[in-house]
Structures are given as C-alpha cells and as structure tokens.
C-alpha cells in the first residue's frame, strides 16, 4: 500500500486525538488528586496543580475508611475468582470432553443466564440472603459474583479445552489413566494459560460490580470500592480532591494488570465474540 | 469425533462423572439465577412491602396495570431505549473506527491497544464520577474547554439541562465502551484473510469499496455478537446514571433499572419494584430473540 | 491407587464445597461475622438487662466529623460504669443510613439497642414497629422542655417513637460587606442580588439546593410554607393551593440569579461557591458557618446568617425546614431500660451541651439557648432559637420516601419548565394523597 506523507501525518493525529480523549479523563483526575485544597474552587479549573499537596491521599486512607473498601474488593474479588474458576474449570472439562446428554442445554443455559439483568434477581435475592443472614457479609457477595460470573468462565474455557489437542489425552488414556487423573494431571496444567485469562476477567467484574454490593453490603464496615467511591461524598462537604486520591489509588492496579496481561484480556474478551 | 462410551477403568461412568462435574457450576446457576427470577415474578403479583413483609398479599397483575398507565414506567422506558440506541450506534462506529486503525501497522500500536482497555477495566462509578466532575457547571474542565475553543460564550449547566443530562451519560459511557468494541472488531478485522483485499485491489475495487465488499459482510458475525453484548449491557445502565445524575435532571435520566432500584430500595415497595424488575426482564428477552435471529440468519 | 474410591472422595469434596457455599450460610456466615466485627469490639450485647450486672448496648449512628460524639460516650460511661456503650458507626448520609438500618430492622435483628434517625423516619420505623414507642419513658412534661418542632417530627399516631438529640433548619447566608440588612421576602432577596449581579460585586445573587434529591424537598417547603401553603394539615393534602403555586414560582425565579448548574447542586456545591465569595446569599444548614469561618474561606468573618425570607401569603416570618437526628430504641433490644438512661443523658442537658460545644451541633432543648457556654461557643445561636421555633417539619408519615420522590419529581420538573407551577402542585397532591391512601 502506497501512502503519502499527508495521509501518514492525518493518521497520526486521528490516533492521537483518540489517545488524548481516552487519556484525558485520567490526567484530570490525577491532577484533580494533586491539587492543594484552595485551587480545588478556581474557576476556571487550573490545568496543573499549583503546588502538589498529597494530604488528599492521606485523608483518603485516614479519614475515611477506603482501607477497608480496599481489603473487602480485594476478599470478595479473589475468593469470587478462586471459586468461579475452580467450579467452572471441572465444568469446562467435562463440556469440552466427556460425553453426557444435555450438554448444549447446559451451555445455552449459562449463556441466557449471562445475558439476565441484575436488577431481575435483585429483589428475591436480598430476601433470600436476609434469610440465611448473608446480608452485610463476604459470602452473600462472593456466592452471588460466582454465580454471574460462571457462564462467562464456563464458556472461555470449555471453548478453551476444546483448543487443547486430543492426542495427550489419547495417550493417557491407552496407558490407563481416568478420566479425573488426566483432567488433573494433564489438562489442567495445559489450561493453565485460558484458567488465567478467564481469572482476569472474572476479577475484573467481580472487582467492579456495583449493583449487588450496594443493596446487599449496607454497613460501611463491608463495602466494595465501587460502592464507597459512589458514596464519597458526606452529608456536607465535597471532597473532591479525596474521592480523586481514591479513584487514582483503585484505578492504578487495574492500568498495571490491563497493561501486563493486555494481550490476554483480549484474547479472552474476543475468543467467544469471534468464534461466534 | 469417535468415543465410545461406557464403564471405565475407573468404573466411574463417564456421563455420571461429567454430570458431577458440571453440578456446582450448574447447581449456583439455579439457585442464584434461575430460581430468583421466578421468585421476582412471583413477588410482582403481590403488594409486598419491605416495612411490613407479613402483611403482602396477592394482587394478580395489578401491579403491571399501574405500571402501564404510569407515565414515569414509559418515559423511563423512553429514556432507556434512547441511552442504548444512542450509544451503542456511536460505540459502533467510534469502535469501528478505532479497530481500522489499531488494524494497521504503525508505531506504538502496541500501546495504543493497550490504553484503550484501560476505561474498560475501571469501575464505572469511578468513570461516571471523573465525568461528573469534569461536567460540573463551574469548576468543571468541560467548560472550560469549550470556552477556550470558542464553541459557547458562557459556563453551561451539561447536567443540569433536560436537553443534555442524557447526552452527558451516553458520551460518558461511549468513552467508556467504545474501546471495547473497538478491540472485540479489531479481533474480527485479523480474522479476514489477506488475499481476500488483494485480490479485490486486483479487480480494481476502491479502498471504500473493498470496505463494504469484504470487510462489512466478513466482519458481520462478530459484530453482531459484540452488539448483542453491548445492547443488553447499555439496557440495564445503572451505575453510571446512579452516580452522574441520581435519575434527574426532571427524571430526565431515569432509566428502568433505576427505576425499579429507587421502587425497591428506596421506597421499600418490593411488589412495584419486582414487576418493573420482570418487564425489563422481558425487554432484554425480546432484544436477545432480535439478536439470535439476526444471528441465525447471518450464518444460514 | 483406587481410582474409584479417587472418584468419590472428588464427589463428596465438591458435594461439601456447594453445600458450605450455598446452602450452609451458617458455618461460612460466623466467619465473616467475625470479621466485620473486627472493626466494631464486642457486638454481641450482653444478654440479660439487670441494673446491678454490668450491660453493653449497641449504638448506631452515622459518622461524626467532630469529636463531640466521642466526648459524649465518655461523660456517658463515667456517669454510669455499669453500662458500657458499643458505638457502630454506619455511612455518612442519610440515605444509606437508612438503608443500613431498614436491611437491619426488617430482619428482626436485636444486635443494635440505640438507632439515631433522622427526623423524616420515625413515622416509617414506627408503622413498622421497629422502634419502641417511648410515651412511657418520655413525658408530656419532659416534652414540652424540647423545641416542638422536632417534637412533632418523632411522633406518628399520637404516640412519640423517639427523642430529638440535635436539630437542623435551613438558613439563609448572607454578605454583611455587601448587604447591610438581611432581605425580609424572597423578593427583597431577588432584588438585592439581582442588583449585586448587575453591579459586578458577585457572579450571582443567590445559591441554594436544587438537585433532585432530598435537599431539593426541605428547599421548596420552605418557599410552601413561607407563603402559607403546606403539604398536609393531619392527614388530608392541602397542598394544592394558590399559595403553594406562587410560592413555587418564586422559587424558580430564584433561578435567575443563581449559577447555571445550581439545579444540579446540593449542600456542597453551592457552599463551595459562597466561600469562594462568588455569591452573595445562600440558603443551607447552620453547621456551614464554621467552614465559611475557616482561614482558608474568602469570605471569612463576612459572614452574616438569617431567618429564611418569607413570601407574599406568609405569616410574620419564614419558615425553615427541619433537620435533624433522634434517638430510638430498637423494639428488639434486649436492654430498654439501660437504652433510655442513655437516651436520657445524651439528650439531656449534660449530654446536649457537649454536643453543641465541641461539635456546634444545634441543641433541641430550649433552656440551652440561654446557655452561656453553649452560646460563648456558638454566638450565632442565639438568633438561631426564632429560627427553630418557627421551623417546620417535612409531612410525617410512613411512606414518606415515596411522598418526597412525587415532590422531588414534580418540582424539578417543574424547575425544568418541563410542566408549569399549576400542573406540578397538582401532580403532587394527587399523588401523596394515593400515598396516604396506602
């Protein structure tokens, strides 16, 4: 393909106002965190701040309890990764391999499952949960981000058993082992890389959720980060500046994950839209 | 692929082992999904309230009667279908876009690829607040901007306007959805092979006409499938107006999810709340039997 | 190695594993309790409420800024050692508080004796008999010691269900360098900022709360009710009136002279403004004095505060619209008696004056106005007390969240120019009055 230098030069700033508008948000936010507390209410709004001032960060973590938001995002999104990936990578053995009836019944039905709004399930669930003294618990949380979060898992990695070649199973299987001993001793340590990409994913929504968390976790003591950003701001103040300090804090291990496992997240994101 | 089936050496047989492998996963799909939806329907025939949960009782569909002569239920409903046609058509075409030139070579793609994952990973609260800020009448960037660019002459109220508290929402969640898109047709993009536009530049075909030649018709499956996605996920928008507008300006902003949470968490009232819960099930029934037939179609 | 046996051990594993996680909240569900309970020691009440056995009750109430809270408990304790006080503190605004404590009440739950609602709950919480009513413990004669404002607030059906701790009214700020005496009418506020404006001494005249949200319904009675309007007289909705309709579109003139986003502005919002010195009248609660007093604040000492103006059909004076927090006892509480001694001394004279000197929290007994370290402390309470005598509260009655979203709706709407000042007024009674007939 031919291309002049003038559709080259137009091509780079497509890209970079795409960049600029995607960053933007981000730099605002950051310089918004820095900012010392009389620059907060310039107007116009100061483009950098006028002398850094960190007492943001501090009071996030001080004053308020966005530790503690920290360390229940940080439970309920590892055990939600943990259990959804250790349920659904036996199910996504036994769909991409054995042989049972039902199977595409199963997979249709984790599929619909994945397409229910939230807000379908949310009343009978607070119910359900008030009775079995989950609400204002880790469990009621991490039962319910399970459950969301298994059609995607199931369906990433039956897809991605389904990828692994046949023959070592074969093998295994001439030499006499079963079924189990070959899931556990074989496979397992070939999916390794698909269970880690669907890990990713699973964290990331369970990190992010909002709508459960808010209703089910009502004491401060148990809310996630997403509820707690929501719900920065007091009965009479405005803290800008700290709700940026926070945002900043909960968005830099998301950037350093998306960038260290990009390629991964894609793959994973895409591996169903494009095999349809 | 040829197996037999039958007894094992493990004498486990298979289908019973894979039936006990699917179970867990399958058993938490009915118990927190399945089972909970029937249990919304049913509550969205009585008059349940969260104040006084003994005294509900039965009230048939009367319930749905009054949401259907509730002029909020359909302006919500208004409000909703407008934010989901709205941004997922600009979402298409931004990501489409986007997926066109992250499809070629150039310096940096690596990191371009990269950043635009990064809105899709935060959690919306945190987008919807950085965007609330920077909509802020006065000490929001927003104006500040369009002041220096000349566009208006004075500060503008972007959430405090019936005519633009929506459009507010849709740019804040086309800023954050558009990359994602964008990267599920990037995917598409790399599946179409090579020697397809080649031999459409042999028969002399335009770079536009090669676009919709081969690019459009290849692509259309995927597409399909993040649009699908993206329709159900811009239906049930919740967090995003939750933080940036409460529902208002004027209710302006009210969608359908917010609806039933403000009916149901707020005003306690279980029975109400559940029905618009069960209608906005049906909407996204409906949305995905479009889709899957649209799909279907495609493949034939 | 037996691979059967292999197999069935996988099997009750994972049998074991759904169970734990779906079935047995129980065994999981002390773990987590445990946990939570990390932060707030020893949430298990003592069971048993003699006076001789030391007991320990649970008090829920949201954060507090000051340390006013913290004083209090301690004066508490040292008074008396045989009851020992476990503060649970829930999230700082109101709606979330509610929230927490209607998932809490509604389950039955008895780990909490003491709950601070706010002054728009108690009807709700009393209806659904999660509170105790305190006709009992708490006397006509003590009543009448209390402002009657919040009084009024804490009763339903004839029966009081709590005891107001401190109370809140809306105010207006005003410039003492640019407006020599405080307007009297919302017209004279119009005028005097409109002029302000004009002359380039501020940005704009007047900032108040006009977001939809609950703040936007204690902005638009004050307006009703300074203009003789009123939402409910017992229970008939008298709320569609002439004067209801003027007073509103009083309140959207307002919007002349207010910055472009104040229909998206709460308390904050418009506080930052005024301190920025970019305004020149503000409505919103006393407890923004101190940060408009602060060093950092451009309009430190120039300060002055205000009755809330009154409208054309109103009375002598305006009328502010109530806040603020009481005291109840949960109906589950296993320890009543050791509960109301609390009650008793934080909203006592010893616990209130506390409260009103290290937090500048507004007391709701009326001797402490006279009070000469409550008002050393606080010099502009003293022109607070007429405020609070006159102020009103927001219609009581147990569906009042679905009262204030019709009037939330409606009046923002109206503010829009979506409908007109007759259609909203209309919307409203009709639909508080299919509320009330609930």
Redesign the interface.
């Given at each position: 393909m031919r291309k002049s230098k003038l559709s080259t030069i137009v091509?780079?700033i497509?890209?970079a106002i795409?960049?600029i508008?995607?960053?933007f948000?981000?730099y605002?936010?950051i310089i918004?965190s820095l900012k010392p507390?009389?620059q907060?209410?310039?107007?116009?709004?100061g483009?950098w701040p006028s002398r850094f001032y960190l007492g943001s960060y501090i009071a996030a973590f001080t004053q308020r309890p966005f530790l503690?938001y920290l360390k229940n995002s940080a439970i309920v999104a590892i055990s939600t990764t943990a259990?959804a990936v250790f349920?659904?990578s036996?199910?996504g053995?036994?769909?991409a391999r054995?042989?049972?009836?039902g199977?595409n019944a199963?997979l249709a039905?984790?599929l619909?499952?994945s397409?229910?709004?939230?807000?379908?399930?949310?009343?009978?669930?607070?119910?359900?949960m008030?009775q079995?003294?989950?609400?204002?618990?880790?469990?009621g949380l991490i039962?319910?981000y399970?459950?969301?979060t298994?059609?995607l898992s199931?369906w990433n990695l039956t897809t991605f058993f389904r990828t692994i070649p046949?023959d070592m199973e074969e093998a295994a299987k001439v030499d006499?082992a079963?079924?189990?001993?070959t899931f556990i001793r074989i496979i397992l340590p070939l999916a390794a890389p698909g269970i880690f990409t669907t890990a990713i994913l699973v964290f990331?929504a369970a990190?992010?959720e909002?709508?459960f968390a808010l209703?089910f976790n009502?004491?401060?003591?148990?809310?996630t980060?997403?509820?707690g950003?929501?719900?920065?701001?007091?009965?009479?103040?405005?803290p800008?500046g700290d709700?940026?300090a926070a945002?900043v804090v909960?968005?830099l291990p998301?950037?350093i994950?998306?960038?260290l496992f990009?390629q991964r997240?894609?793959?994973g994101?895409?591996a169903?839209?494009?095999k349809? | 692929m040829r197996r037999h089936r039958g007894i094992r050496s493990t004498g486990i047989p298979e289908d019973v082992l894979g039936y006990l492998m699917v179970a867990p996963a399958l058993l938490c799909i009915l118990m927190i999904a399945i089972y909970p939806v029937f249990r919304t329907f049913s509550l969205s025939m009585t008059d349940m309230k969260m104040q006084f949960p003994d005294m509900a009782k039965y009230i048939g569909l009367n319930n749905y009667v009054k949401l259907l002569q509730d002029s909020r239920f359909w302006s919500a409903t208004y409000n909703t279908l407008f934010f989901t046609v709205v941004s997922v058509a600009m979402e298409l075409v931004i990501g489409f876009a986007m997926a066109l030139i992250m499809n070629m070579p150039f310096k940096g793609r690596g990191l371009v690829r990269a950043a635009v994952l990064v809105p899709w990973a935060i959690p919306t609260t945190v987008s919807a607040t950085m965007w609330k800020f920077m909509y802020h009448d006065q000490f929001g960037v927003i104006n500040d901007i369009l002041l220096r660019m000349g566009f208006i002459d004075q500060y503008r109220s972007w959430l405090g306007s019936t005519s633009s508290a929506l459009w507010c929402a849709i740019i804040a969640d086309v800023w954050k959805t558009a990359p994602f898109m964008g990267l599920l047709l990037l995917a598409g993009l790399q599946t179409i092979p090579g020697e397809l536009y080649e031999a459409a530049t042999v028969d002399g075909a335009s770079r536009i006409k090669q676009f919709f030649s081969v690019t459009l018709p290849l692509i259309m499956p995927t597409m399909l499938v993040a649009l699908i996605f993206r329709t159900l996920d811009a239906f049930r928008v919740f967090d995003l107006i939750f933080v940036l507008t409460g529902g208002g300006p004027g209710n302006s902003t009210e969608t359908l999810t917010m609806y039933a949470y403000t009916t149901l968490f707020r005003n306690l009232d279980f029975g109400l709340g559940s029905a618009i819960a069960v209608l906005i099930f049906i909407f996204v029934f409906l949305i995905s039997l479009v889709y899957i037939n649209l799909l279907s179609r495609q493949n034939d | 190695m037996n691979k059967r046996l292999l197999a069935l051990v996988l099997a009750a594993i994972m049998l074991v594993f759904m169970i734990s996680a779906c079935g047995g909240s129980q065994t999981s569900d002390n773990g987590t309790d445990n946990n939570a309970a990390e932060t707030q020691p020893g949430s298990e009440g003592a069971g048993n409420s003699t006076s001789e056995e030391p007991v320990t009750i649970t008090y829920a109430r949201g954060k507090d800024t000051t340390t006013s809270n913290q004083k209090m408990l301690e004066a508490f304790e040292k008074k008396y050692p045989n009851i020992k006080i476990n503060y649970q503190e829930m999230p700082p605004q109101s709606d979330q508080q509610h929230n927490a404590f209607v998932t809490a009440l509604s389950a039955g739950d008895d780990s909490v004796d003491v709950y601070r609602l706010d002054i728009i709950w108690p009807a709700e919480f009393a209806a659904a008999g999660w509170v105790e009513p305190l006709d009992d413990y708490f006397t006509e004669e003590e009543r009448a010691k209390f402002l009657q404002g919040p009084i009024q607030g804490c009763t339903y059906n004839g029966s009081i269900y709590a005891v107001p701790l401190y109370t809140d009214a809306g105010v207006l700020y005003y410039r003492k360098d640019l407006v020599a005496t405080p307007p009297e009418t919302w017209d004279e506020l119009y005028n005097i900022g409109k002029q302000l404006m004009d002359e380039g001494k501020v940005d704009y005249g007047f900032v108040f709360q006009a977001n939809q949200y609950e703040g936007l319904v204690c902005n638009v009675l004050e307006y009703i009710h300074s203009n003789g309007g009123n939402v409910l007289d017992g229970s008939d909705v008298v709320l569609n009136s002439e004067n209801s309709i003027e007073a509103l579109n009083i309140f959207k003139k307002m919007l002349d002279i207010a910055p472009e986003g104040v229909t998206t502005y709460i308390e904050n919002d418009g506080g930052a403004m005024f301190q920025e010195g970019k305004v020149a009248f503000m409505r919103n609660w006393p407890n923004w004095w101190s940060n408009l007093n602060k060093d950092e604040s451009a309009v430190k000492d120039k300060v002055g505060i205000a009755p809330i103006p009154k409208g054309p059909k109103g009375d002598a004076t305006g009328k502010a619209t109530l806040g603020g927090w009481n005291l109840s006892i949960n109906k589950n509480s296993k320890n009543k008696d050791a509960a109301w001694t609390f009650i008793e001394f934080m909203t006592g004279e010893e616990g209130q004056k506390i409260q009103s000197v290290e937090g500048g929290y507004l007391p709701t007994r009326q001797s402490l106005y006279k009070d000469p370290d409550v008002i050393k402390a606080n010099p502009h309470f003293e022109s607070m007390y007429d405020v609070l005598v006159n102020a009103l509260p927001r219609p009581v009655s147990p569906f009042y969240p679905k009262i204030s979203e019709s009037i939330q709706i409606n009046t923002h709407k109206f503010l829009m120019g979506e409908i007109d000042a007759k259609t909203a007024v209309e919307n409203m009674a009709k639909e508080i009055q299919d509320t009330m007939a609930q």
């Open positions: 091509f780079y497509c890209v795409f960049m508008i995607i960053v948000p981000f605002w936010q918004t507390p009389e907060l209410w310039d107007i116009p709004p483009w503690t259990f349920v659904t036996f199910a053995y036994a769909l054995l042989h049972f009836k199977k199963i039905l984790a619909s499952v397409m229910f709004p939230g807000i379908a399930i949310v009343s009978p669930l607070f119910l359900m008030k079995w003294n989950l609400l204002n618990s880790y469990v039962l319910t399970t459950t969301i298994i059609p199931m046949a006499g079963s079924p189990f001993y990331i990190w992010n909002f709508l209703t009502t004491k401060d003591a148990l809310r980060v997403p509820v950003i929501a719900m920065f701001p007091g009965e009479y103040t405005l800008w709700i940026s945002s909960v968005v998301l950037i994950m998306v960038l990009q997240i894609v793959s994101l895409t169903g839209a494009v349809g | - | -």
